[in-house]
């Protein structure tokens, strides 16, 4: 039987897409969940317009995607942890961790699965890269210094004696030239998974 989507259905496809399931599966599930309609000529008129408003939407996502990714692109976020004399952490700093003190500093809300890197176990600056957007790929400097150096590198950053908060202060000013003036931090709610 051929079915119009009305939803995304996981395996089969997204809302518009028209489809050849079986008979059984088309009226025991997909129809009365509402998650499809039997494709007719009236129903095939409605699927373009679902289609049209999906690309709509869509393009919108990536919008604001693009804006999210260029407000982070080059933020520098700095955690205390306790360590080894190696450099080796007592544990790691966790993608959530990274999304959380993202938010705190920017505002944008990450799902932790969009910063592609596993926990990071040593000291030291790693570029954790995001995936948002398809116009830039932002990069988030993440800075792992010992528990009982944190106070004195915050102390440094702030005054600006390391090389590195010399260079974080370059580009953040680069950042800060390329964006617009008016721009704001806006909040990113992830759409909910459907399975």
Excluded: C
């Excluded at 025991?28 to 000529?41: H, Q």
């Excluded at 004195?152 to 260079?167: D, H, I, P, V, W």
């Excluded at 974080?168 to 709610?189: F, G, H, N, Q, S």
């Amino acid at each position: 039987m051929k079915v119009i989507l009305l939803e995304y259905v996981y395996k089969h496809g997204v809302a518009g897409e028209v489809i050849d399931v079986a008979d059984g599966f088309a009226r025991n599930y997909l129809i009365p969940r509402g998650l499809a309609v039997k494709a007719t000529p009236g129903e095939l008129k409605r699927a373009t317009k679902l289609r049209e408003q999906a690309a709509v939407r869509r393009a919108e996502l990536e919008n604001r995607l693009n804006e999210i990714a260029r407000q982070i692109d080059g933020v520098e976020l700095v955690f205390g942890r306790r360590a080894a004399p190696t450099g080796k952490l007592f544990g790691s700093v966790t993608t959530q961790e990274i999304a959380e003190a993202l938010f705190e500093k920017t505002g944008a809300d990450i799902n932790r699965r969009r910063i592609s890197q596993q926990a990071l176990r040593e000291v030291g600056t790693h570029e954790v890269p995001v995936r948002l957007g398809n116009e830039i790929s932002p990069v988030i400097k993440v800075t792992i210094v010992p528990e009982q150096e944190l106070a004195e590198y915050l102390a440094q950053l702030e005054k600006g004696e390391t090389s590195e908060a010399a260079e974080e202060t370059e580009t953040a000013a680069e950042a800060a030239a390329d964006l617009p003036a008016e721009a704001e931090v806006t909040v990113l709610e992830e759409p909910a998974e459907q399975s």
